[in-house]
Structure formats: structure tokens, C-alpha cells
């Protein structure tokens, strides 16, 4: 697993850069548009990256079940 430099990420949590990365550009996109951006959807987003919620056996296999449509649909788009 990566090691995560803490005091470079969003508050010093323990964030990927990924993660880091959308919140800083969520935060940006709030800033732009004078919103703002310390609201319950930021603290929403980093409690699912702090604290992913856990996929049950029926909920991954119809995630894969959904992804596997998705891919069917776009396979058929290109061939069209």
C-alpha cells in the first residue's frame, strides 16, 4: 500500500492522492462558483473515503452484473 504523506493532504487525513485530488477539486469547483464548500456533502464524501462503506457478496456481484451490461451497451454502440 502506498505510504500517505498526512501533512500534504486535505487536513492531514489520511487520503490517496486520488482521493486528495477530488476533494481539492471539489472544493474548487464550490470556490468558482461562490459556493460553499465546508457543507454535509464534503463531510459525506470524506467519510466514505475515511470509512468505505462494505459491498455484501449480492451487492458485488450485481455491481459486476451491471458492469458487464454497461460493457455490452458499448460494445454495441461501437459496432454501430
Request: glycine share 6%.
Amino acid at each position: 500500500m502506498n505510504q500517505i504523506e498526512s501533512r500534504a493532504t486535505f487536513r492531514g487525513l489520511p487520503l490517496t492522492p486520488e482521493q486528495d485530488s477530488e476533494i481539492r477539486h471539489y472544493i474548487h469547483l464550490q470556490t468558482r462558483h461562490g459556493i460553499p464548500w465546508d457543507t454535509p456533502e464534503l463531510e459525506a464524501m470524506l467519510h466514505d473515503m475515511l470509512d468505505p462503506p462494505e459491498l455484501s457478496d449480492e451487492d458485488g456481484k450485481s455491481l459486476g452484473d451491471s458492469m458487464a451490461a454497461e460493457r455490452s451497451v458499448a460494445i454495441g454502440e461501437d459496432a454501430a
